[in-house]
């Protein structure tokens, strides 16, 4: 039980495209998902929490406008980096919670190519 | 602010000893929880192994157990006869009980069960 789905888990892309990962979670419903980064040989920062039906907290020095994220139903997020560009190429990882005080499940993650 | 600091960037050992991993935290915080994961060359993040710091008895998952010391604010992984699968990257982290439910990652350490 508590699988997340991760997709796609790769993209490579031209600089100015603004790609979408989306993130379900396939067995439980979450009301509130994390979307990480990680640089390589790094930890995981966290980007923003994703809540269902509102707006999405984002961590200090994290650009809203330009990471999108929309938790339209209480099974998927999604992640949307507008105009992408190389120095957003980066290791992006979602997770989902199975209810208060339970640990996160991650997904696969998705490794962001921009070139 | 609640840190988590793992002191061994990397570690080696042979197939079918016992390594531990260290990790120290800082938190005012009483109630918490605290977590290992793992993430292996195919970069999904698992959870390990949970403690929560209410209980006084050290959790134990098969193989791996933890040596928690609340008063130390310390929180080893040991990993008994250690198998080539356990080559990863583990990260130690915190959670507060009563929060946000944001994880706190400590930088993480490289383990490698040489055959």
């Known amino acids: 039980g508590a699988v997340v789905s991760q997709h796609p888990s790769r993209v490579i892309c031209k600089s100015g495209t603004s790609v979408k990962i989306e993130c379900r979670s396939l067995d439980f419903q979450a009301t509130t998902m994390f979307w990480y980064r990680q640089f390589p040989k790094q930890s995981l920062m966290l980007m923003a929490t994703?809540?269902?039906?509102?707006?999405?907290?984002?961590e200090q020095g994290v650009e809203k406008d330009k990471f999108l994220i929309n938790h339209a139903s209480l099974t998927l997020s999604t992640l949307t980096v507008t105009s992408a560009h190389p120095e957003d190429s980066s290791f992006y990882i979602c997770?989902?919670?199975?209810?208060?005080?339970?640990?996160?499940?991650f997904g696969d993650g998705t490794r962001l190519s921009i070139l | 602010a609640q840190t988590v600091t793992q002191s061994q960037p990397e570690m080696s050992v042979q197939e079918a000893e016992t390594v531990t991993l260290s990790c120290t935290y800082d938190t005012s915080e009483n109630n918490y929880y605290l977590f290992w994961y793992k993430q292996p060359p195919s970069r999904q993040m698992i959870l390990v192994i949970r403690?929560?710091?209410?209980?006084?008895q050290n959790a134990t998952e098969n193989r791996f157990s933890v040596n928690f010391q609340k008063a130390a604010k310390s929180f080893s992984l040991k990993i008994s006869d250690s198998q080539l699968g356990d080559t990863a990257m583990y990260f130690c982290a915190f959670m507060k009980q009563f929060g946000d439910d944001k994880i706190i990652f400590g930088k993480g350490t490289r383990l490698h069960i040489l055959p």
């Open positions: 997770s989902a919670k199975t209810g208060d005080n339970q640990p996160q499940h």
């Open positions: 994703s809540n269902e039906g509102s707006k999405a907290t984002y």
């Open positions: 403690q929560e710091a209410y209980k006084q």
